[in-house]
């Protein structure tokens, strides 16, 4: 049992690169998340997941884009990098998250855009 | 939106009984308060979770009051391995439904 997964760990994009990070879970569960930590701060929610080919906006969507086509799987894409996107990025999920949150965090993806 | 906010540090001795809190004055009223524990280089992990009054479990804690706008994360007997930041969410009503917000974090240190 795996748990979370995330893939890349470590990635150095250019300015106007593209790249996407795949997040797999074996837990069954419905909800997926992902989150971006900057250095001194917390967790922000940038898209989520209510199940199998849904998603939604979080708090920091802008630039980032998801996709939900396999229950399992939670892929976050970076059409084009900017600086600003410099980050370590969680991908989590949980069984049930109407109003209880037990999520379950990967390892993280250090991602550099120069 | 007002702001989930954290002391930013703490610091502690081995074997005492640290209390973290976290004050969220806009929870949602149907929501749950979560807390987790996050070492370096790695995803934060669950540690306790309530709705009312106090939860405890084997590894801490949690009170909270009636009004839910504030929660207390308490650690027993702390140990070197408990040095880590730890975060509170809680779910903030907005026009859409309620919006996951982690806290500002705490920086928890354990000294000998």
């Known amino acids: 049992n795996a748990g979370v997964t995330q893939t890349p760990k470590f990635r150095v994009l250019k300015t106007g690169q593209s790249m996407t990070l795949l997040c797999a879970q074996d837990?069954?569960?419905?909800?997926m998340y992902w989150y971006r930590q900057d250095p001194g701060m917390g967790l922000r929610l940038i898209h989520y997941?209510?199940?199998?080919?849904?998603?939604a906006k979080g708090e920091v969507p802008d630039g980032y884009n998801v996709s939900r086509l396999k229950k399992q799987n939670f892929l976050l894409g970076l059409e084009s990098a900017a600086p600003s996107q410099t980050s370590v990025y969680f991908c989590a999920s949980s069984l049930l998250a109407v109003n209880i949150h037990e999520q379950f965090f990967g390892p993280g993806t250090r991602l550099t855009v120069l | 939106l007002a702001k989930t906010t954290q002391p930013i540090s703490m610091d502690s001795y081995e074997g005492q009984e640290v209390n973290i809190t976290c004050s969220h004055n806009n929870i949602a009223t149907n929501d749950y308060i979560t807390w987790y524990q996050q070492f370096p280089s790695q995803g934060p992990r669950f540690i306790i979770q309530g709705y009312k009054t106090k939860v405890t479990n084997e590894v801490a804690s949690l009170f909270i009051p009636a009004d839910r706008k504030s929660s207390t994360l308490s650690l027993p007997r702390v140990s070197l391995s408990d040095t880590a930041v730890y975060y509170c969410?809680?779910?903030?009503?907005?026009?859409?439904?309620?919006?996951?917000?982690f806290g500002t974090g705490t920086q928890l240190k354990v000294e000998l």
């Open positions: 997941s209510v199940g199998e080919g849904t998603t």
């Open positions: 837990m069954n569960h419905e909800y």
């Open positions: 969410l809680v779910g903030v009503p907005t026009g859409g439904g309620n919006k996951l917000t």
